[in-house]
Nanobody
């Protein structure tokens, strides 16, 4: 299971932090991170990290969103979102993928960026 927290409403230029914690057979997790889905759009990868410590970011969020360096546990992932834009408005989903390719999803959390 994946439990996400954080999200909310913020003005453009503001910041939010999302957190996600996995439970259960967490030893099988290879990658954990975040997708998002805006209304009328496909779900897209935002950022993730591997069990080896490699992080990956969508081009649209590079330089603004960060998985904190001290977030090195393989069963948790945070997402620090700075300089938020209206186009970042979406439902954000935590996910975890096992070494053999099974993907589990957490419940979505709404992020709204609006003035």
């Amino acid at each position: 299971q994946l439990q996400a927290s954080g999200g909310g409403s913020v003005q453009p230029g503001g910041s939010l932090r999302l957190s996600c914690a996995a439970s259960g057979r967490t030893s099988s997790i290879n990658t954990i991170g975040w997708y998002r889905q805006a209304p009328g759009k496909q779900r897209e990868l935002v950022a993730d990290k591997t069990s080896a410590g490699k992080t990956n970011y969508a081009d649209s969020v590079k330089g603004r969103f960060t998985i904190p360096r001290d977030d090195d546990a393989k069963d948790t992932v945070s997402l620090q979102m700075n300089s938020l834009k209206p186009e970042d408005t979406a439902v954000y989903y935590c996910y975890a993928r096992t070494y053999w390719g099974i993907t589990n999803w957490g419940q979505g959390t709404q992020v709204t960026v609006s003035s």
